[in-house]
């Protein structure tokens, strides 16, 4: 029967690690969710434009991208690869790739890398990834608020990426923050050692610079692409998102320098305080020396030893102890050293 065949049986499965999708209507100005059952014969295929949200956590999603029609095997590889680093691809009226981002835990935000793999073309925009991400989230809770806003899937991507950017500035703020107490230990007047406070501040901001950088490189690259080979709006939207990435781009570089610079202080401080240390004891030994080149002379067991005989031997030789150690001043602050 023609409702046991594999191709059927496919469509009417539930699609394999769906988190949500979103279907917006033109002209309404709301968007409906799918329900999380959704099967592919649930998908809308009228006007408008779908958004489908998937976890890579289910192996069957690469065999469900697979059969998903308009998707070439370059755009179903970029959806489902474990690779760690931003790409992004112009092919046919599509975009896709991989975008950073931060990843989100049950209740709370976090400052961990996370990867978002997507793909936009005229009808839909589809995204992946493995880990609970920070934009993705607040972009559903931008639709929930207002969906009106989003005219196509273009739309979509360049909130996507502006919600990024809105995350580097709130984590550029809390590491200025953080910097300023580090920085206000450093310049007391008995500093401390804060590299170990200093040291996730600079790896954390260290990253995201780089994967910033690649990402900027990226999208100017894509915004000199041929225009046949650019979904409708993405030139406007590449513009507008690289000028966004540029401006906090300058504001991560500037904290990479600061914390540079504070532990490079750091480092100065401590060199300086160890220097003082080794000063003070080779001012000790410096005196020490000639009393126990005194010692070591009277404690020898041979014949003839002066001031072996008599009672006043120990005397005399603790009055040599105490001209040489004032010899030894004498030298010093001769000589400039003390």
């Given at each position: 029967?023609?409702?046991?065949?594999?191709?059927?049986?496919?469509?009417?499965s539930?699609?394999?690690?769906l988190?949500?999708?979103?279907?917006?209507?033109?002209?309404?100005?709301?968007?409906?969710?799918?329900?999380?059952?959704?099967?592919?014969?649930?998908?809308?295929?009228?006007?408008?434009?779908?958004?489908?949200?998937?976890?890579?956590?289910?192996?069957?999603?690469?065999?469900?991208?697979?059969?998903?029609p308009?998707?070439?095997?370059?755009?179903?590889?970029?959806?489902?690869?474990?690779?760690?680093?931003?790409?992004?691809?112009?092919?046919?009226?599509?975009?896709?790739?991989?975008?950073?981002?931060?990843?989100?835990?049950?209740?709370?935000?976090?400052?961990?890398?996370?990867?978002?793999?997507?793909?936009?073309?005229?009808?839909?925009?589809?995204?992946?990834?493995l880990?609970?991400?920070?934009?993705?989230?607040?972009?559903?809770?931008?639709?929930?608020?207002?969906?009106?806003?989003?005219?196509?899937?273009?739309?979509?991507?360049?909130?996507?990426?502006?919600?990024?950017?809105?995350?580097?500035?709130?984590?550029?703020?809390?590491?200025?923050?953080?910097?300023?107490?580090?920085?206000?230990?450093?310049?007391?007047?008995?500093?401390?050692?804060?590299?170990r406070?200093?040291?996730?501040?600079?790896?954390?901001?260290?990253?995201?610079?780089?994967?910033?950088?690649?990402?900027?490189?990226?999208?100017?690259?894509?915004?000199?692409?041929?225009?046949?080979?650019?979904?409708?709006?993405f030139?406007?939207?590449?513009?507008?998102?690289?000028?966004?990435?540029?401006?906090?781009?300058?504001?991560?570089?500037?904290?990479?320098?600061?914390?540079?610079?504070?532990?490079?202080?750091?480092?100065?401080?401590?060199?300086?305080?160890?220097?003082?240390?080794?000063?003070?004891?080779?001012?000790?030994?410096?005196?020490?020396?000639?009393?126990?080149?005194?010692?070591?002379?009277?404690?020898?067991?041979?014949?003839?030893?002066?001031?072996?005989?008599?009672?006043?031997?120990?005397?005399?030789?603790?009055?040599?102890?105490?001209?040489?150690?004032?010899?030894?001043?004498?030298?010093?602050?001769?000589?400039?050293?003390?």
């Amino acid at each position: 029967m023609l409702s046991d065949s594999p191709t059927m049986s496919a469509f009417n499965s539930t699609i394999p690690g769906l988190v949500w999708a979103y279907h917006f209507k033109p002209g309404h100005g709301a968007c409906t969710a799918l329900p999380i059952e959704a099967t592919r014969n649930d998908l809308p295929e009228d006007e408008g434009f779908l958004w489908l949200h998937l976890s890579l956590a289910d192996m069957r999603v690469a065999g469900f991208l697979e059969n998903y029609p308009g998707l070439n095997s370059q755009a179903v590889a970029a959806l489902t690869t474990h690779d760690t680093h931003a790409a992004i691809t112009l092919d046919d009226q599509h975009v896709y790739g991989t975008l950073v981002d931060f990843q989100r835990d049950f209740d709370h935000d976090t400052k961990d890398i996370g990867w978002l793999h997507f793909l936009v073309s005229e009808r839909v925009i589809i995204t992946t990834r493995l880990q609970p991400l920070r934009s993705v989230d607040r972009v559903r809770s931008a639709i929930e608020k207002n969906a009106a806003r989003y005219k196509q899937p273009i739309d979509l991507f360049e909130t996507l990426v502006a919600e990024f950017q809105r995350g580097l500035i709130g984590l550029v703020m809390e590491f200025t923050e953080e910097l300023n107490l580090i920085e206000d230990y450093v310049y007391e007047n008995a500093p401390r050692d804060e590299r170990r406070r200093l040291a996730p501040v600079r790896r954390t901001v260290v990253r995201l610079h780089r994967h910033l950088r690649t990402i900027l490189t990226l999208m100017r690259r894509a915004a000199a692409a041929d225009d046949e080979d650019m979904p409708m709006g993405f030139d406007d939207v590449a513009s507008r998102l690289i000028g966004r990435l540029e401006a906090v781009d300058h504001d991560v570089y500037a904290l990479q320098e600061r914390a540079r610079l504070l532990h490079e202080e750091i480092d100065s401080k401590l060199s300086s305080e160890t220097n003082r240390h080794l000063y003070i004891l080779s001012i000790m030994t410096a005196f020490l020396l000639p009393p126990s080149l005194v010692t070591g002379f009277f404690g020898m067991n041979t014949s003839s030893l002066p001031f072996s005989q008599g009672v006043h031997g120990t005397m005399f030789a603790l009055g040599f102890m105490v001209l040489s150690v004032a010899i030894a001043w004498w030298l010093l602050r001769r000589t400039g050293i003390f």
